[in-house]
């Protein structure tokens, strides 16, 4: 950015948040220019927190102007380097704007900005409508609650209802040349209760990592909190028994939350809840005796009666379907879903380094996907560690290589930018579509599309955010 | 710690957050990011200027990286919440950078004075080092630099030069006189215990006091030192051992001791003080001790004053919130020191009690200096306080 137009810039952006909320700190600028993935670092020119909507319709009218790139942050975890200000420009950090706004007890939604977090939530809800709750992401606390939707989330209710975007019942957006538009019945009403029976416009902001306007209120499902829950665990031998399993839980509709994992994953996440460290290089190879998958159900009910018999159900069901595989199980253990997998962090950023190829796809290609991508692993020399989620009950899954490496290797973080490269190609060809996409899977990606789509996606892009200032080079138009 | 040891944490934090918020309570944990907002203020932060600097796409010679790294009350509740292995090194880290700094000559104008006050008077506030005793005046008691005690008392330099706290060691004096204690302090020749110079980065001053307490001590054939100050406990505690000299007495914090004397019938506490309290867990006394932290003690002290009615605050013990004071940073940003004192004052307030004790004489003084600044309707005291108003 030149020197002169920044200058101007930081004054005028002073005028609106206060100076001790700009910052064009060399240390704050290397902060936010990069995140746990190999993404190639960028640097903001400028940081700034506002506090309001009034605020964030400001800095937009002035960046517009200015034809300047501005790229929301909430918490930076996204794992898809989404934040990375691939142009420079002004990094918009929206953690001040952390109010819940208001919490609808019968219609069961909560109205929050931007800066909320899972935490906050959480403990809101558990202090003050202890009946329900929200769903909590495998993300540590201060994972935002609207940065989790717009990025179509997985979270622990994802079996019954789906990814987190589809829990969306309003929202507020202050678009690139700062016009503020509601979707949903908050368009017509006070209530943020639903997004239908309007035309779902939702979808220009869902989706979008940022590139078409920023959100600044979201309406969010919640959920009963019914008082009992525990977890049903099964082991497979091998991953065609763990399809199997899943599919014999999945026609139940019983879960709320269904999950697998590679066992050496599963087993890193038991040793970091015991505080240790498991270093997962050189990779780690199963035991013959060992399984290969570890496929977790979480339960809840009203009663410890319903509990019970949830748990039985699911055991029939497995038994009577998986008869020629070699798996152990059900075996009954307590819920995890009180609390967020935090320690796992211990093992799962050892290294300050977070790569996946994430996606969402197909149960029918699920069992394919998972042994090719598992034997790329092989091939790369890295440990499998598959982990996937199924959602909306069984109609689609969340696939993806968990890969924590140490960043402080190069040799290392190439070897697994190849993979992932390796494990993209793969995805696609299957029908598993990348989430979280990262600017390199997004150019993947868009080879792949058809001509029309990526056309009338570009020409979306160009209506809402006309000169491209938003998270530009990712979802909707190439770096130039 | 050194910048190059530090190599084995610099990829350890990958900036997850966890640090920012207390576990489960999810209230804020760390006084500078949530004050100033910018990540760069979060420990998370912290790590990643401290690999910059490492890699040499920082310099310690920018004013306002300093400040952020001075920006940090040293509190470890960063280290407390944090999950991921390296969490023990996160203070270390900051420290390794302020002692960089110190080693490049990128000096803090305000620890400057500080530290020539070190030199010059052995204390932290410029003030004269005769008038190090002179907030025991009139009580008769004995110069253990002269005469043989089992115990000293070891006031530090914010209860010896600060004369709005002196009814803190005064008080402790009295209890401990009352329960028979044969008690001597050293007076003008007490000197500063090194903690603050460490945590601010001036390695060789710390050495040097941390040798000098150890031999004075030693040769002295004391029992035992009891301190009223959490900041020197933590000091004797956890970085003595750093230094090549054996300790040849026990420390006591002045709370456990008195839990001791309490619990052994040696000192009775009869007269009712009817206050509603809630304690203030000083982060010395607490997590920088590690396993060890002292929670119960003050708490026990505390219940068994007749007519004090104890009431806890949401984030305590392990969780609690910092005073501000910590690591220099009363000294050298006095905005953040006592903005963070009065977001635990209002907690404070919020239990409905009508007096926050504390066990640690930074903690006080700021906790007090907020108060005027803030105007929070509550009143502040050290544990000895009120047990002495109880004798």
Known sequence: ?480 | MALKDLQEWLYGCAHCGTCKDVLNIFSPACPAGEKYQLESYFPSGKMLIARGIVNGILNLDDDDIRERIYACTGCLSCEQQCGVYHHQHIFETVQALRSEAVTQGSLNPAYMVMVESLKKDDNVFGKPKAERGDWAKGLKIKDAGKEKTDIVYHAGCMLSFEPDLWEVPRSAIKLLKAAGVDIGIMGAEESCCGGRAYEIGYDGEFTKYAEHFLETFNSLGVSSVVTSCSDGYSTFKKLYPKINIEMKFETQHMVEYLDELIKNKKLKLTKKVPLQVTYHDPCHLGRHLGEKGVYDAPRNVLKSVPGIRMVEMERNRENAWCCGAGAGVSQSNEELALWTANERLKEAKATGATALVTACSWCEKNFKDAVKKYGEDIEIYDVAEIACKAL
């Open chain 1, 1 to 480: 950015m030149i020197e002169a137009v920044k200058s101007r810039l930081i004054e005028r952006l002073e005028k609106i948040v206060g100076n001790q909320f700009v910052s064009t700190n060399p240390a704050d600028l290397y902060i936010y220019s990069y995140d746990l993935t190999p993404a190639e670092p960028h640097s903001p020119d400028i940081v700034v927190l506002p506090q309001s909507v009034e605020e964030v319709q400001a800095i937009l009218k002035i960046a517009n102007e200015e034809k300047i790139p501005v790229i929301p942050y909430i918490a930076g975890g996204n794992v898809g380097g989404l934040t990375i200000p691939l142009q420079g420009g002004i990094t918009l950090d929206l953690k001040r704007m952390n109010r819940i706004i208001e919490v609808s007890e019968t219609d069961m939604y909560a109205l929050v900005e931007p800066g909320v977090t899972f935490g906050q939530m959480k403990a809101y809800l558990a202090k003050n409508h202890p009946t329900l709750k929200y769903t909590y992401a495998f993300s540590p606390q201060s994972t935002g609650i609207i940065a989790n939707a717009i990025v179509q989330g997985l979270d622990n209710l994802s079996f019954r209802y789906g990814a987190a975007s589809h829990w969306v019942t309003g929202l507020e957006v202050a678009l690139a040349t700062g016009e503020l538009v509601r979707i949903g019945s908050c368009a017509a009403s006070k209530t943020w209760q639903a997004i239908v029976p309007f035309p779902e416009l939702d979808g220009l902001f869902l989706g979008w990592q940022g590139a078409t306007g920023v959100i600044t209120k979201m309406a969010v499902s919640l959920w009963p909190n019914p008082p009992y829950n525990e977890a049903v665990t099964f082991m497979a031998m091998d991953i065609e028994g763990a399809y199997e399993i899943f599919q014999s839980i999945i026609r139940t509709r019983i879960p709320d939350d269904l999950i697998g994992t590679s066992f050496a994953l599963n087993k890193a996440g038991v040793a970091a809840y015991e505080h240790k460290k498991m270093c997962l290089y050189p990779a780690i190879h199963r035991l013959p005796d060992e399984p290969e998958f570890v496929i977790t159900a979480e339960l809840t009910g009203n009663t410890e009666k319903e509990l019970n018999a949830k748990a039985e159900a699911i055991g029939e069901a497995v038994k009577a379907r998986c008869k020629s595989y070699k798996y152990t199980g059900p075996e009954t253990v307590p819920s995890t879903t009180a609390a967020f997998p935090l320690q796992a962090l211990g093992v799962l950023s050892s290294g300050g380094g977070l790569n996946w190829v994430g996606t969402y796809g197909p149960m029918s290609r699920w069992l394919e996907t998972v042994k090719r991508g598992c034997e790329l692993q092989d091939k790369y020399d890295i440990t499998r560690s598959c982990y996937t989620r199924i959602m909306n009950e069984g109609h689609f899954a969340g696939l993806r290589w968990m890969i924590p490496y140490d960043k402080g290797d190069p040799t290392l973080v190439e070897r697994v930018k190849d993979l992932c490269a390796e494990q993209l190609d793969m995805v696609l060809e299957t029908g598993f579509i990348p989430y979280k996409t990262p600017v390199w899977a997004v150019r993947r990606l868009e080879e792949k599309v058809s001509p029309d789509w990526l056309k009338l996606h570009r020409r979306v892009k160009a209506m809402l955010d006309p000169n491209s200032i938003m998270n530009p080079g990712r979802w909707g138009m190439p770096l130039k």
